[in-house]
């Protein structure tokens, strides 16, 4: 009997009319806990800041116990679940590539994958009250609606990105395997519409002295 890979659903981004943003503040009680306690990828950036209470996430099927205050970041296509929470009152962003700064959605894909990052007091006070303004924003229809939201929402992302960079280990620091896969998920995903042969990723992610060892006339497929 052969064996088949369980399916890992893809979830698009919810709701048609945010054109790709969406920050919402929540509790416990408000989440659909048996759908977010199976595995599943989302096809955009994922911001959980958990303002109160504790929780258990899996992310690339490593879990995390989380307090607060805190942030996780979900990049897109990354595995994950939340498989229990306690007292938890928390604000979510979701929001597309299209919407991000192009800065930020630069260093976001170097940084991936991130550990949970706990939040210092003073970060968490002024993050609580970047929060603040965008809720406003998000209820504060008028002309340059959409821009002023995606201002808004970039500036506190900007805040987060900035405290994750503050806390990464620098790149010096890291094994020698790291760098190859961080170098090859970003070229993979800035390349692969134009370029399929493996051969290109392999010299790009690794140094020239040492390159990594791969069949030119294969093809990368997905």
Not at 1 to 10: A, G, L, N, R
Not at 159 to 170: G, R
Not at 184 to 196: G, I, M, P, R
Request: aromatic share 10%; charged share 25%.
């Amino acid at each position: 009997m052969s064996f088949k890979p369980k399916f890992i659903p893809i979830n698009t981004f919810p709701n048609v009319e945010s054109k790709g943003i969406i920050i919402e503040k929540s509790s416990v009680e408000d989440l659909h806990l048996e759908r977010i306690r199976k595995a599943h990828r989302d096809n955009y950036h994922l911001f959980f800041i958990l303002e109160q209470g504790s929780g258990i996430f899996e992310v690339d099927f490593q879990q995390y116990t989380i307090i607060s205050p805190s942030v996780i970041y979900i990049q897109p296509y990354q595995v994950h679940r939340g498989i229990s929470f306690k007292d938890g009152y928390f604000t979510v962003i979701l929001i597309s590539d299209e919407n991000l700064n192009a800065e930020y959605l630069d260093l976001l894909k170097k940084m991936a994958p991130a550990d949970p990052l706990i939040l210092e007091t003073k970060l968490f006070d002024v993050l609580s009250d970047a929060i603040a303004v965008c809720i406003k924003m998000k209820d504060f229809e008028r002309k340059l609606y959409l821009s002023i939201l995606k201002n808004s929402c970039n500036a506190l992302i900007g805040l987060i990105i900035s405290e994750f960079l503050k806390n990464s280990v620098p790149t010096d620091s890291q094994t020698r395997s790291e760098v190859i896969v961080s170098n090859f998920k970003f070229l993979l995903d800035e390349k692969f519409a134009a370029e399929k042969n493996p051969k290109y990723y392999a010299v790009n992610s690794s140094d020239i002295d040492h390159p990594i060892s791969i069949q030119s006339d294969q093809v990368i497929s997905v």
